[in-house]
């Protein structure tokens, strides 16, 4: 069983940057890939960015790529996501997910996941 709880959203103006993080509980955080998903008002939640394993595979969607970093710190059980240039656009809930998997350095963004977090709020002002 795994635990996720997001925290450090907000509300920024537009150009700003926030730093979101996910944390883990369990100790086997490690055997799982982490995606970072959002959802805005009457739009379906999609995929934004993920991490493998390892950390060296990752995947950004074309809406924020050269803006958003995601990483993570197996040590402490945390994903993080860098938020840069923010945009009206990026105002959404975000959400982290985990999924269990064998696959240590490549990560495949899509598909079914197997715990979520509750959430947080991004707000960008114009």
């Known amino acids: 069983q795994v635990q996720l709880v997001e925290s450090g959203g907000g509300l920024v103006q537009g150009g700003g940057s926030l730093r979101l993080s996910c944390a883990a509980s369990g100790r086997t955080f490690s055997s799982y890939a982490v995606g970072w998903f959002r959802q805005a008002p009457g739009k379906e939640r999609d995929v934004v960015a993920a991490?493998?394993?390892?950390?060296?595979?990752?995947y950004y969607a074309d809406s924020v790529k050269g803006r958003f970093t995601i990483s993570r710190d197996n040590a402490k059980n945390m994903v993080y996501l860098q938020m840069n240039s923010l945009k009206p656009e990026d105002t959404a809930v975000y959400y982290c997910?985990?999924?269990?998997?064998?696959?240590?350095?490549?990560?495949?963004?899509?598909?079914?996941?197997?715990?979520w977090g509750q959430g947080t709020q991004v707000t960008v002002s114009s």
């Open positions: 991490i493998s394993r390892s950390g060296a595979g990752t």
């Open positions: 997910a985990a999924r269990h998997t064998i696959v240590v350095v490549t990560v495949s963004p899509f598909g079914e996941y197997d715990y």
